[in-house]
């Protein structure tokens, strides 16, 4: 009860991201590419040369306040429209009020969040408002607006695409929330640096999820003798519903549960394989990240052995990419446990160790005659493309031409093993081998 009479005093009822809505691009955090100090779209704005646009870019990264300190800076009536509340008549009737004020020399902003909800009768009625210059429409959307938004629409608006907010943005702007009189500044609050780092972490680039998560943490602190409210990290772990608050996506735990993967994967250990991908996972750590460092590994790891395991990672991308989190988890679990049952050869990764440390401190080797291009007479009277060999003119499908510079002609790359599929794959090299030697010896 002495917490909540705290907050009622200050009678501000309203969430801490909408009380923290800047008002000016100097007080807006991150989209330092487009509004950055003489960034294109700062220009369009300082200069009052605001067109038509489309902001693009996922949740809570400023697309609304953008909007608004566009409307503000521009001196233009902002309106918020909605896809799901409105209705062709309600469009209409906006548009036709915006036309009055633009008689009135009033322009008018008109919002339009989530503008790939709009179906097309919807994004139709706006282009002829758009064309006339009746409205300057900010579009926001977390889709490609190339699939979501209709061409005739997207042709007259430009596009900004907005990117996820960095951690350093975010603890920047949970500094200035617990300063400000618009935020917690009339609070009395002790936090730990580390817990602001683990929120800016867990919001995953979303100022709103970052401030949200503050707020509920400070709500739930506990009150000292001295009326200051403290957050410790138990309080933190319950509001953002993780143990994992020590887990830095660039720091020592990163690389340490990585490892954990990538070697559960290649002893063969599925359980060990998915507990240590779910960890990352539960940390905040980018799905994407991980079934990247599962393509690697499929042919780093398993290579030659199992070809199809570079389907199945890269497939598991692919969905990652679809779907996201949450659900994307069952995917990235279906990859670590292929890979970690699949049949291992690194003879891949070998092979190309081999050949970078002989490219790195060898000569650059020529290319031997025989096999270079020849697509111009010059080239053919220096003997360019001469004794070039076509293996499919052969019965066998080969030809004993050698393709490695003379210096290097007697290295051996690749040596593949006898895992899984690679056995099949050593046993045909070894047949070439020996063709080649009989070819030699007739």
């Known amino acids: 009860m002495e917490q909540l009479s705290l907050f009622d005093d200050r009678q501000q009822t309203a969430p801490l991201a909408s009380r923290l809505r800047p008002d000016s691009l100097d007080d807006y955090v991150g989209q330092e590419h487009l509004v950055g100090?003489?960034?294109?779209?700062?220009?369009?704005?300082?200069?009052?040369?605001?067109?038509?646009?489309?902001?693009?870019?996922?949740?809570?990264?400023?697309?609304?306040?953008?909007?608004?300190?566009?409307?503000?800076?521009?001196?233009?009536?902002?309106?918020?429209?909605?896809?799901?509340?409105?209705?062709?008549?309600?469009?209409?009737?906006?548009?036709?009020?915006a036309e009055a004020s633009r008689r009135m020399g009033i322009r008018t902003l008109l919002f339009a969040d989530e503008i790939h909800r709009f179906n097309k009768a919807q994004q139709d009625a706006f282009l002829p408002f758009?064309?006339?210059?009746?409205?300057?429409?900010?579009?926001?959307?977390?889709?490609?607006?190339?699939?979501?938004?209709?061409?005739?629409?997207?042709?007259?608006?430009?596009?900004?695409?907005?990117?996820v907010l960095s951690e350093t943005d975010l603890e920047k702007l949970l500094h200035y929330a617990l300063k400000s009189p618009k935020g917690l500044g009339n609070l009395q609050i002790s936090?730990?640096?580390?817990?602001?780092?683990?929120?800016?972490?867990?919001a995953n680039g979303d100022a709103r999820t970052?401030?949200?998560?503050?707020?509920?943490?400070?709500?739930?602190?506990?009150?000292?003798?001295?009326?200051?409210?403290?957050?410790?990290?138990?309080?933190?772990?319950q509001c953002m519903n993780r143990r994992s608050l020590l887990y830095d996506k660039t720091g020592e735990e990163h690389y340490n549960l990585i490892s954990a993967l990538h070697k559960s994967m290649r002893n063969s250990d599925p359980d060990a394989a998915v507990y240590w991908m779910y960890r990352m996972l539960d940390g905040g750590?980018?799905?994407?990240?991980?079934?990247?460092?599962?393509?690697?590994?499929?042919?780093?790891?398993?290579?030659?052995?199992?070809?199809?395991?570079?389907?199945?990672?890269?497939?598991?991308?692919?969905?990652?990419?679809?779907?996201?989190?949450?659900?994307?988890?069952?995917?990235?679990?279906?990859?670590?446990?292929?890979?970690?049952?699949?049949?291992?050869?690194?003879?891949?990764?070998?092979?190309?160790?081999?050949?970078?440390?002989?490219?790195?401190?060898?000569?650059?080797?020529?290319?031997?005659?025989?096999?270079?291009?020849?697509?111009?007479?010059?080239?053919?009277?220096?003997?360019?493309?001469?004794?070039y060999q076509y293996a499919h003119d052969t019965e066998e499908k080969l030809t004993r031409m050698q393709c490695l510079p003379d210096a290097l002609a007697e290295k051996k790359y690749y040596r593949p093993g006898t895992a899984g599929e690679e056995r099949v794959v050593k046993e045909r090299l070894e047949e070439i081998a020996e063709w080649k030697k009989g070819q030699k010896r007739s």
């Open 130 to 163: 758009v064309e006339k210059g009746s409205i300057i429409l900010v579009g926001a959307t977390t889709e490609n607006p190339s699939f979501e938004i209709n061409s005739a629409l997207l042709s007259r608006c430009k596009v900004f695409i907005l990117k």
């Open 285 to 387: 750590e980018d799905p994407l990240y991980i079934a990247r460092r599962l393509i690697r590994f499929a042919s780093e790891d398993v290579g030659m052995a199992d070809s199809r395991a570079l389907s199945v990672a890269v497939a598991a991308y692919q969905a990652c990419h679809f779907l996201g989190m949450p659900e994307c988890d069952v995917h990235l679990a279906h990859a670590v446990v292929y890979l970690s049952m699949a049949s291992k050869s690194n003879s891949l990764y070998m092979a190309c160790e081999a050949v970078k440390k002989d490219v790195k401190e060898l000569p650059a080797e020529p290319v031997p005659l025989q096999i270079r291009n020849a697509p111009t007479k010059l080239m053919k009277e220096l003997d360019y493309g001469k004794g």
């Open 191 to 202: 936090i730990e640096e580390s817990h602001l780092s683990a929120i800016a972490r867990f």
């Open 37 to 97: 100090k003489g960034k294109l779209l700062r220009r369009l704005i300082e200069e009052d040369n605001i067109s038509s646009m489309i902001f693009w870019g996922p949740p809570g990264v400023g697309k609304t306040t953008l909007a608004r300190i566009i409307a503000a800076q521009t001196k233009a009536e902002f309106v918020e429209f909605s896809a799901v509340t409105s209705g062709i008549k309600e469009v209409r009737e906006i548009m036709n009020q």
């Open 210 to 237: 970052a401030l949200n998560t503050l707020e509920m943490a400070v709500f739930n602190g506990r009150m000292d003798e001295k009326a200051v409210l403290c957050v410790d990290e138990e309080i933190l772990s």
